[in-house]
Each structure stands twice: as C-alpha cells, then as structure tokens.
T-cell receptor
Framework: QKEVEQNSGPLSVPEGAIASLNCTYS??????FFWYRQYSGKSPELIMF????GDKEDGRFTAQLNKASQYVSLLIRDSQPSDSATYLCAVTGTDKLIFGTGTRLQVFP | SAVISQKPSRDICQRGTSLTIQCQVDSQVTMMFWYRQQPGQSLTLIAT?????????ESGFVIDKFPISRPNLTFSTLTVSNMSPEDSSIYLCSFLHQGKREQYFGPGTRLTVT
C-alpha cells in the first residue's frame, strides 16, 4: 500500500464548477497535511495546509481533514481554466514530507 | 515567505560529467532539502542538507553520487556526479523555517544527460 494515494486523473470540470480532489494516507501518526499546485514545467507551490480535523478555507480553496478516516481533500470553488494543473497531496511522516503522485485537474471553458 | 533561488535553471550535460546545483534562500532557514522529480512522477526526497555536518540521505541515494554541502543557514549545493541518462530529472531545493511546518520549493533545475 502506498503511503499517500491520489487518483491520477485527469479530473475534468467545467469552468465555474467545484473541483474535488481527494487523498488518503496510511500513517495514522501523520500530523501535517499539505496541498501543492504544480503547473507543467514549474515547481510545486504550496496552496493549503491543514493540521486539525475539519475544514479550512482560504479564498476559493477549502481543505478538509478527517484523521479517523485518514483522508484529506481539497475543494476548489468557481474553478477557472487557470486552475488546470497537477495537485500534489503531501503528508508529514515520522520525519519527512511524503508526496502522493498527484491528480491532474483540467478546467474547461 | 522567503525567496528561494536555484542555479542553473536548466542544463544539458554529457554522460560521465558532474553538475553542481546551487540553492540560495534570502533568509536563514533551519532545514533544507533536495528532491528529484523524474518525468511524470512525484517528488522523491534525496537528502536533508544539515548545516555544518553531513547530509542525511534517503534509501537509494548515496553521498558519492549526490554530494551535498550546506556551509551556512541560507545556502546549499547538490552535485550530481558521474551522470548517466537516468539522472535526467528536475532537481528541487526546499526549506523549512524554524518553528514552522510548511515547506517551500525553489524553481527547480531541469537536467538532461545525453
């Protein structure tokens, strides 16, 4: 079992819709959870982090964490074509950040 | 947040040669890391660059192949030695501020080995 799992996609959503990206992790001791956005040919950009169960909102982005079920999700409201990118979920393991393989999001006009 | 830069941004190198990548942060940071991202893949941690001591390497990576220096709290280098085409990848520098959990990445170095 992979430590951090994501659906590779692509996830295609129309402009203005809500994009929902999901991630599960295997280490119950994980404490910190991150979402990075990576445009093609660019480095990962940190867009959200969450440390406690529940929801955390920042603009059009909402991160959701459920430690009991070991999943973390990212909702993007009012999706724009500029949101088209690969979204990497990352989880802090015992001493390092562990990345999922990423979900490719495509927002079409 | 801090600004992080890497040099070179890209390079094309011949098999058997070595390349040193530089990473500079504009403020002092506690931890610096080096990652590799091969085409179509996620990020793999190569090592943690420790200031004033040897780097801590992850399984599958060795100091002879990827020597790392970190002479101070704002600067680190990664050398890719005796390169082969399998080393073609994007190499990324990353850092953590003291007391923080959020990790940030530099712009990356795209390496092609022919």
């Amino acid at each position: 079992q992979k430590e951090v799992e994501q659906n590779s996609g692509p996830l295609s959503v129309p402009e203005g819709a809500i994009a929902s990206l999901n991630c599960t992790y295997s280490d119950r001791g994980s404490q910190s959870f991150f979402w990075y956005r990576q445009y093609s040919g660019k480095s990962p950009e940190l867009i959200m982090f969450i440390y406690s169960n529940g929801d955390k909102e920042d603009g059009r982005f909402t991160a959701q964490l459920n430690k009991a079920s070991q999943y973390v999700s990212l909702l993007i409201r009012d999706s724009q074509p500029s949101d088209s990118a690969t979204y990497l979920c990352a989880v802090t393991g015992t001493d390092k950040l562990i990345f999922g393989t990423g979900t490719r999001l495509q927002v079409f006009p | 947040s801090a600004v992080i830069s890497q040099k070179p941004s890209r390079d094309i190198c011949q098999r058997g040669t070595s390349l040193t990548i530089q990473c500079q942060v504009d403020s002092q940071v506690t931890m610096m890391f080096w990652y590799r991202q091969q085409p179509g893949q996620s990020l793999t941690l190569i090592a943690t660059a420790n200031q004033g001591s040897e780097a801590t390497y992850e399984s599958g990576f060795v100091i002879d192949k990827f020597p790392i220096s970190r002479p101070n709290l704002t600067f680190s280098t990664l050398t890719v030695s005796n390169m082969s085409p399998e080393d073609s990848s994007i190499y990324l520098c990353s850092f953590l501020h003291q007391g923080k959990r959020e990790q940030y990445f530099g712009p990356g170095t795209r390496l092609t080995v022919t």
